[in-house]
């Protein structure tokens, strides 16, 4: 039975219906088989971040899912994430501070530092730095991204709701 | 890397995982959050011919206060251990020791029962369980087993499951009006594995120790209580006792060595913490207690 498997989900408001192998996972499966390609493997086993996507709300590592886990959840990426507005005021943050170089990395500490900007409106630099722990950048050094984090909160805050 | 090919089923009961472990035997691997079993398949470190998910079973879930014991679900996430208030009421070691695994997006996945069952010798939740002197409650095809935490680990990745038992629940007893925990570790960075850490629950009265317990990780090839405590149970505490009993304890210990830290690195790092523990456990007592 290492066939492929059917498997109905919802990615970015979408429902899919595919079938897919056991030994698929989450990141490759929305790269290869849906060509979202926002979601980055670096890795492979957990330790970088850039897979770092959204299941069922809370932010997991894609690398670390397989596909057919999946199914029945709703799956959110960068892409979704983009497409609908959520994280603009983060990405132009990002873009006015050089918190991104290569790049790589940008997709995965997006979906970690809007996961945070949910949970606190008032995030410290230390909370920012431990809630961005699991996320790797090999270019910037996390100060801009950090100043990034902490200005677009800062900029939420005196929004009106 | 990828890992290889392998078969996959989700299973509806206990019964039904239970039943596919004995019919697969050493081929199946169970499957719970994933933090560990998947990096190590992507690693090709393991093969597994058969996964059975067991993420679907609401029996394996759930925090519940029954008397005088605190019951944990296997499939407990992380996550749910951070943000639970039985947790931080009955047993806030866990609550402190839970932020020093891994990251947000691996603490939303992985499980208690993993983490037992997996028994990496620098992971936080098996000392915990073995300074709260928890019962791990195994689920086989005869019944449940009751084992004390003392005698669930065995060694590094080893445990007293059998290969057709599975973890379904923890047991603790519930902290008591005048029990203290501390929870410390070293790492090299926030969310790694502890170079040398210890998990702690003491009985302080009159300012000193009615009971001690406390577990050290990372420092053998499974936690450890150092036996060491019983050098402070039932006397007055001063500076010199204190000391005397860290050097008897690094004593006690041969550290591993490895790319993270040397033998006698880790040996002083235990100390240290061993020092820190007790007075800190000391200091709390005397501000929760009132007493001393
Ligand atoms: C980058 C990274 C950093 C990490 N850092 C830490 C850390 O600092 N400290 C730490 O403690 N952990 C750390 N982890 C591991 C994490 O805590 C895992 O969640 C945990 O070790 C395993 O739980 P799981 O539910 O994911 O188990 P799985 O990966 O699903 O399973 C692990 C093993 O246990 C077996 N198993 C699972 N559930 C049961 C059960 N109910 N009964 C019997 N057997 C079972 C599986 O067959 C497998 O062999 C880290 C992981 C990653 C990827
Ligand atoms: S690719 Fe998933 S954490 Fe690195
Ligand atoms: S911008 Fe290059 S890895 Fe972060």
Known sequence: MTAPMPISLEVNGERVDLHVLPRVNLADFLREHLHLTGTHVGCEHGVCGACTVRVNGEIVRACLMLAVQVHGKTVQTIEGLSDSGEVADLQS????????????????????????????????????????????????????????????????????? | MKASAFDYARVASIHHALEMLSLHGEQAKLLSGGQSLLPAMNLRLVSPQILIDIGDLAELRGIAVDSDVLRIGALTRHVELLTSHLVAAHAPLLSDAVKHIAHPAIRNRGTLGGSLAHADP????????????????????????????????????????????????????????????????????????ALAGVAARASVASGGFSKLRMAFFAIADRPVLANAAAKLLNVAITPELIA?????????????????????????????????????????????????
Request: charged share 25%; net charge neutral.
């Open chain 2, 244 to 292: 005397d009993a860290s050097v008897a304890f690094g004593n006690e210990l041969n550290p591993p060595e490895d790319q993270q830290a040397s033998s006698s690195m880790r040996r002083h790092l235990a100390s240290v913490l061993f020092r820190r523990c007790v007075e800190a456990l000391l200091a709390r007592g005397r501000l929760y207690g009132g007493a001393g």
């Open chain 2, 122 to 193: 620098a992971a936080e939740l098996p000392a915990c369980m073995l300074a709260l002197n928890a019962t791990i409650i195994a689920c086989g095809r005869d019944g449940e087993r009751r084992i004390a935490a003392a005698e669930f680990f065995q060694g590094i990745y080893a445990t007293a499951l059998r290969p057709d038992e599975l973890l379904a629940a923890v047991e603790l007893p519930i902290a008591r009006q005048n029990s203290v925990d501390f929870f410390q570790e070293f790492a090299r960075r926030h969310g790694d594995y």
């Open chain 1, 93 to 161: 943050a990002f873009r006015e501070r050089n918190a991104l170089q290569c790049g790589y990395c940008t997709p995965g500490m997006l979906m970690a530092a809007e996961d945070l900007l949910k949970q606190q409106n008032e995030p410290s630099r230390e909370l920012i730095r431990e809630h961005l722990s699991g996320n790797y950048c090999r270019c910037t050094g996390y100060q801009a991204i950090v100043d990034a984090i902490e200005a677009t909160a800062h900029s939420r805050r005196g929004r009106p709701r």
